[in-house]
């Protein structure tokens, strides 16, 4: 397995070589372009804080403990 991920990384940087030897032609991006990429990259930074506010309080419920789920059973009986 670990041969056959060399090789293919191997492979590809091989036939990448003439795609990176390309000249350097137009590749200056517009100030629209700069503008529409950094206000989906702002709206991918504001959506990770949420995400990861979510992640912590479901690892909280996973690992924390479970006192309240004891009592609610024990006052159904």
Same mark, same amino acid.
């Given at each position: ?8 990384? +191997?492979?590809?940087?091989? @036939? ?10 137009? +590749? ?7 503008? *529409?990429?950094? *206000? *989906?990259?702002?709206?991918? +930074? ?7 506010? @979510?992640? +912590? ?5 996973? *690992? ?14």
């Amino acid at each position: 397995m670990k041969s056959r991920l060399f090789n293919s990384a +191997a492979m590809l940087l091989a @036939l990448s070589s003439p795609a990176l030897a390309a000249p350097d032609e137009g +590749a200056g991006m517009s100030l629209l372009v700069k503008l *529409f990429l950094g *206000f *989906f990259g702002l709206i991918i +930074a504001t959506q990770l804080v949420p995400g990861l506010v @979510l992640l +912590a309080s479901m690892l909280r419920g996973l *690992f924390g403990k479970s006192g309240a789920l004891g009592k609610s059973s024990e006052g159904s009986r």
